[in-house]
């Protein structure tokens, strides 16, 4: 198995293809991409035989913009028989894994492949039987072995293979599945509440995701945004000249200030989370969100950063790159990622978390 398959939002298959392509080259695995457009999906298929397997196991998932999955695979199996799909997808796994953790039978998100996931649903359960009893799979689901996935492109087509289960996406399809809750002012709730599942592990959620922390969101209105936060039982700051929705107002957590969110200045220094969803330029964006995390006005950022229409990958790159070189100059330590989310359109969500101080290893004050 050479090939590494990344799924990915349809219409940023090349965005894809260029991302895998550069990180690739910096590990010194060399290959080429495959693009089919509006596809869903990104082949990267490596020259040699073992580099799909080291892509998989050492390049860091969660630093990969734009793809939701990243699974190591073999040759397409086309034209399954009707009367037995089972046994060819069963045969090109069984000698790669033993004892997997999970299978996931999978298809690209785009219109064209929502009919084959009732077909992937009822293929699961002969499936997952038949690789039990082959040892593919080990007798009970474990979440510390490799997952197996059955990637169906087409109806009788598809790519067999596994990922890593700590280099991964734990989701199905790579895609959180969330409800929109019907009290929120805006969809655009989603986005947060999604961004939360992606950069936050679920077992930190009650240190950096308490309640009675302080928020700060920036272009609220109408609040889709400070409806996560008032959620968790934040005090939330919404910065909008525009309107909030009235049932936020009312749980006595918001005070709305209707200013302009580039030209407002925090006087405070409780504020743990900054939000941001504005509809402007991403550079202007990135800066705006470096001068809250140098000033020490937040702990923990998540913004979004529009994209344009050309060259988006190298784009997102150079915007990163000036963000951690700006704060690094200033002395603040922080990690930074971004993933295009599933809620997300023509745009991709950055999370940025400070930690100590850069400067002779001391701790900053505003981060205790």
């Excluded at 990243?70 to 037995?84: H, Q, R, T, Y």
């Excluded at 996935?149 to 399809?173: K, W």
């Excluded at 805006?186 to 302080?214: N, Q």
């Excluded at 922080?334 to 950055?350: C, G, M, P, S």
Aim: charged share 30%.
């Amino acid at each position: 198995m050479n090939k590494v398959a990344l799924y990915c939002r349809q219409g940023f298959e090349k965005e894809c293809a260029a991302e895998i392509t550069d990180k690739a080259a910096k590990m010194e695995i060399f290959g080429f991409a495959r693009v089919k457009e509006n596809s869903g999906y990104v082949l990267f298929e490596c020259y040699q035989p073992d580099d799909a397997d080291r892509l998989a196991k050492n390049l860091p998932f969660r630093e990969l913009i734009f793809a939701r999955q990243m699974i190591v695979v073999g040759e397409l199996l086309k034209d399954l028989p009707p009367e037995d799909r089972v046994s060819p997808i069963v045969g090109m796994v069984q000698n790669v894994i033993t004892n997997g953790g999970e299978l996931r039978v999978e298809v690209p998100d785009t219109n064209e492949s929502k009919e084959l996931t009732k077909f992937c649903r009822k293929l699961t359960v002969p499936l997952r039987s038949a690789m039990r009893e082959r040892r593919v799979l080990g007798k009970k689901e474990n979440a510390l072995r490799p997952v197996v996935h059955v990637f169906f492109i087409a109806p009788g087509c598809c790519y067999v293979g596994y990922s890593y289960s700590n280099n991964n996406s734990p989701f199905y399809m790579g895609i959180p599945r969330l409800k929109f809750p019907s009290e929120a002012p805006s969809r655009s709730t989603l986005k947060l509440e999604e961004a939360f599942h992606v950069f936050i592990p679920a077992d930190e959620w009650d240190e950096r995701l308490a309640s009675g922390m302080y928020a700060v969101d920036l272009g609220a209105c109408p609040g889709g945004w400070t409806y996560q936060l008032t959620q968790r039982s934040m005090m939330v700051t919404a910065i909008d000249n525009g309107l909030m929705a009235p049932s936020l107002m009312e749980t006595g957590q918001v005070i709305h200030l209707r200013e302009d969110g580039f030209r407002y200045k925090s006087t405070s220094t409780k504020n743990y989370w900054l939000v941001c969803d504005m509809v402007e330029k991403p550079a202007k964006v990135a800066a705006l969100m470096c001068d809250w995390l140098v000033n020490g006005w937040c702990r923990e950022a998540i913004f979004n950063l529009k994209l344009p229409m050309k060259k988006r990958y190298e784009e997102v790159t150079n915007i990163l790159e000036r963000i951690d070189e700006r704060l690094k100059e200033n002395g603040v330590n922080a990690e930074i990622f971004a993933k295009q989310l599933y809620h997300d359109r023509e745009e991709v969500t950055v999370h940025i978390r400070r930690f100590w101080s850069a400067i002779g290893g001391r701790r900053d004050e505003r981060d205790r």
